[in-house]
């Protein structure tokens, strides 16, 4: 089973829609997870860090499900700039170097 | 404060022809990462420095060296260039603190090796 796994999508949602991502992850260890954009061909960009069950942060809102090992990303009043991929990454503490899978690709439409 | 830097941003190589990457963070951050990204693909982790004096394989390190300068810089370094080793070279730091491991990105270099 691969550790992280990411519709890949695309996503294709009209403007002021409200999506959302799953992600699920294997290793149970993971205590910490945390979600990336990344625009084509640029650096992944961090976008949000999740502890405990979730986070919220304006239009943008995880939920952590530990028991079912899966988190989730909601966009809502998507916009044409939240028109990227999505990373999800989950962190361990016995280990440094983080897992990034392909993430999922979210097109926004005017 | 300039986070993560890379230089050169773009670089074209001849099979064989060595070139060194170079990586600097100003967020006094303990740990970096070397990662490349092929096209359509998630990021591989070539090595990483958990900290000053320190450095470990990641998932892809034949072909590569690195060099932990000092706090602030880390360089990669490809002895013999190939074509296979044509992709986009991400570093990153990270203040490492159990699992609070953020990780921030520098824009990339972009290697194509002919």
């Known amino acids: 089973r691969k550790e992280v796994e990411q519709d890949p999508g695309p996503f294709n949602v009209p403007e002021g829609a409200t999506v959302a991502f799953n992600c699920t992850y294997s290793n149970s260890a993971s205590q910490s997870f945390f979600w990336y954009r990344q625009d084509c061909r640029k650096e992944p960009k961090l976008l949000m860090s999740?502890?405990?069950s979730g986070n919220e942060d304006g239009r943008f809102t995880a939920q952590l499900n530990r028991a079912s090992q899966y988190i989730s990303l909601l966009i809502r009043d998507s916009k044409l700039s939240d028109s990227a991929t999505y990373l999800c990454?989950?962190?361990?503490?016995?280990?440094?170097?983080?897992?990034f899978g392909s993430g999922t690709r979210l097109q926004v439409q005017p | 404060n300039a986070g993560v830097t890379q230089t050169p941003k773009f670089q074209v190589l001849k099979t064989g022809q060595s070139m060194t990457l170079q990586c600097a963070q100003d967020?006094?951050?303990?740990?970096m990462y070397w990662y490349r990204q092929d096209p359509g693909m998630g990021l591989r982790l070539i090595y990483y420095s958990a900290s000053e004096g320190t450095t470990d394989k990641g998932e892809v390190p034949n072909g590569y060296n690195v060099s932990r300068l000092n706090k602030r810089e880390f360089s990669l370094r490809l002895e013999s260039a190939a074509p296979s080793q044509t992709s986009v070279y991400f570093c990153a730091s990270s203040l490492w603190m159990g699992a609070y491991n953020e990780q921030f990105f520098g824009p990339g270099t972009r290697l194509t090796v002919l």
């Open positions: 999740v502890y405990s």
């Open positions: 967020m006094n951050h303990n740990s």
């Open positions: 990454v989950p962190s361990d503490t016995g280990r440094r170097a983080l897992t």
